[in-house]
């Protein structure tokens, strides 16, 4: 079975291995969330079956001049797009005016270079027809790369912004579209390595193929690579590409390390110790078996005796929870009569949870549980944390590995992760979830650089940090503690940070200047629903000095997770929803719990750390660790790792 690398694991090897500071651009810095915005609004004007397609605008009916058309699509993407993702987000962007004006005028730059294609199409056809075709967006793109003297093949995947063909012209485009402070180097590899992928995909003639760069920065830059230019960075790459994958000749075990994308974190040296288990299962967990097509088969024939006749593509994809089948309907076929169908699914395959149904770029992908689940360690994700840095700490937290092995975190320091809602019912790895997100960040951490705020209604949940150095103050317990005390003295303590903050942005800006440790503060409060019940009186002073933290913590390295079992709109308040952005859903009890905390599907979650998790774009299906009481006493304590062998 190939090794299987993706594009983003590579584009972050190349940048760690430039250094991030120096490898950045000329352009103007923009943050992680609006970027994100800035790909939907693109994929929203250019995608061949999006409703607010730009060829919607009415060129026709305005006057007949380029600048004319480049103010209607301007006016038009505001309207239709934009205005909406401002609105929904504006309490992420409250503290980003001057990125989110930047962002505004790359969408601008965007519409102009969209303008100027549209018109082009127009001069020579007359009409604007193929414009509605103009771009796939989001396209998933695979390969399969073998080179002299590698031990096995290497299976690239990766989603490029855009595959664009000016109609008329028999040369494709591999679009990648940046905006903000982007990297030169990293940039250029990745324009190469699409191009790589696409000049393999069958049919396509690489001599051909031209791939475009744009940039917005936010005005917009081009650069158009042909293959003949891209030779001698494609033999580096294949090099890099090689020692990634371990595949070169006596491959070197801190490579195997890197396969997500992840710089490691320090090892003893030793060969058998530095490689985690988990990859030793292979990425995906292992391939396919008899006991998988005999459940594909079984899928395929409850569809078609629902009268949803259907094929699922080879091989599907194996996660430690789940397996993933990728079925495309037959002509004719509704993507709505998948809807509501898990539960007949799970009787005719004899399911003892139902499946979870979504749609995935233009497929159904319908979700199984495994016969033979797998654990994720935590101790097998060790060499995978973030390495820190010896000023600054490290602010990202663990979620969870993805369905191809990738390991997942969310970095605190973004706006998009400040804080979090954790939901759950019970059995679903709430409580184990919480254990080995703080444990990821008091790995990586010196006290000095990371202090906790532990609040357990229950009693129970946080027993292993009971002594640790990283802990503010002594666990709280709000029926012996006021809770709005320890609150306001967070909210204390951020205001005290903001008045040194003079002339910096945030908490890493403060520390670079002072060149000093401050710790970052997380709050981690567990049952939030009891925590609210038994101090009905005191709930609205919570949820005030609550709201405050969430609308203006960040900046000053103040962070608030709040779980609870019971995610109604009784306790996931507006105030909650709008100030705490990040989601972590395991499995609740109902789909309108799901609906309240962002994560729909979530009731059809499977348990023990099955979860979805949302901060930006769609909330994405990942598997949460498992702490064994040993490991969480060592994390606790602040011992030292010591790996196995």
């Known amino acids: 079975m190939p090794i299987r690398l993706s594009v983003r694991a590579i584009r972050d090897e190349l940048l760690n291995t430039a250094g991030r500071q120096a490898a950045l651009g000329d352009g103007a810095s923009s943050t992680r969330l609006l970027g994100q915005m800035f790909h939907q609004v693109c994929a929203s004007l250019i ?106 093949n290497v299976e690239l995947t990766g989603i490029t912004d855009a595959l664009l063909r000016i109609p008329g012209k028999a040369a494709w485009c591999v679009v990648e579209l940046k905006t903000g402070q982007t990297s030169p180097e990293a940039d250029a590899a990745q324009v190469a390595l699409y191009h790589l992928i696409a000049s393999s995909i069958a049919g396509q003639n690489a001599n051909d193929g ?55 974190a320090a090892s003893n040296g030793s060969p058998s110790s530095a490689e985690p288990a988990i990859w030793r299962r292979g990425m995906g967990w292992g391939a396919p ?48 009569a998948f809807s509501g169908k898990e539960r007949e699914i799970a009787l005719g395959m004899h399911l003892v949870n139902e499946p979870k149904i979504t749609r995935i770029r233009g497929t159904i992908a319908i979700d199984i549980e495994r016969p033979d689940r797998q654990n994720v360690l935590f101790t097998d994700l060790i060499p995978f ?33 400040c804080h979090m809602v954790v939901a759950g019912t019970t059995g679903s790895g709430k409580s184990l979830w919480l254990r080995a997100a703080i444990g990821s960040l008091t790995e990586t951490n010196s006290p000095e650089q990371l202090r906790l705020v532990l609040i357990d209604p229950k009693r129970n949940a946080f027993t292993a940090w009971r002594n640790s150095p990283h802990l503010l103050r002594p666990i709280v317990f709000p029926d012996s503690e006021s809770v709005i005390d320890v609150l306001g003295e967070l909210v204390d303590e951020m205001e005290q940070r903001y008045r040194r903050m003079e002339n910096v942005d945030d908490l890493r800006q403060m520390i670079r200047r002072d060149n000093q440790p401050e710790a970052r503060i997380v709050c981690v409060c567990d049952e939030y629903a009891d925590l609210v019940a038994a101090h009905k009186k005191q709930r609205d002073e919570i949820e005030r000095l609550l709201s405050r933290l969430g ?95």
């Not at 061949?48 to 058309?69: I, Y």
Request: glycine share 6%; with cysteine; hydrophobic share 45%.
């Open 289 to 336: 078996t008899a006991v998988h097509e005999q459940l594909k088969k079984e899928l395929l024939k409850i569809l078609r005796s629902l009268k949803i006749p259907a094929k699922a593509s080879d091989p599907p994809m194996i996660g430690p929870t789940f397996i993933r089948f990728l079925v495309e309907p037959e002509s004719g076929i509704r993507v709505a």
């Open 47 to 152: 995608a061949t079956d999006s409703p607010t397609h730009a060829c919607n605008a009415d060129l026709q009916d305005v006057e007949p001049n380029l600048e004319a058309w480049q103010r209607a699509i301007i006016d038009y993407a505001y309207k239709q797009v934009v205005a909406s993702q401002l609105d929904s987000m504006a309490g992420q962007l409250r503290l980003h005016a001057t990125e989110t004006l930047r962002f505004w005028q790359a969408v601008k730059a965007f519409c102009d270079w969209i303008a100027e294609i549209f018109w082009g199409i127009n001069e020579t056809h007359g009409k604007l027809d193929a414009a509605k075709s103009l771009a796939a967006c989001e396209v998933p793109m695979t390969a399969t790369l073998r080179e002299p003297g590698w031990i096995d």
């Open 385 to 417: 944390l973030p390495p820190a840095d010896p000023l600054l700490g490290n602010s990202k937290l663990l979620v969870g590995v993805r369905l191809d092995g990738t390991v997942e975190f969310a970095d605190l320091a973004e706006s998009e992760n």
């Open 551 to 645: 609308s203006k913590a960040r900046a000053a390295g103040i962070h608030l997770i709040l779980a609870t079992q019971s995610p109604s709109r009784a306790i996931i308040t507006a105030a909650i929803n709008s100030n705490l952005p990040a989601r972590v859903g395991l499995k609740v009890a109902s789909p309108i719990e799901a609906k309240i905390i962002g994560t729909p599907g979530a009731e059809h979650l499977l348990g023990k750390g099955d979860l979805l998790f949302k901060a930006i774009g769609e909330a994405r299906r990942l598997q949460g660790a498992v702490v064994s009481a040993e490991e969480l006493e060592r994390i606790a304590r602040g011992a030292e790792y010591v790996p196995a062998g």
């Open 210 to 264: 031209t791939v475009a760069l744009v940039s917005f920065k936010p005005a917009r830059s081009e650069t158009l690579l042909r293959r003949d230019q891209l030779d001698g960075a494609l033999s580096s790459l294949k090099q890099l590409i090689g020692r990634m994958a371990g595949v070169l000749p006596r491959p070197k075990v801190e490579a195997s390390r890197r396969i997500a994308g992840l710089s490691p």
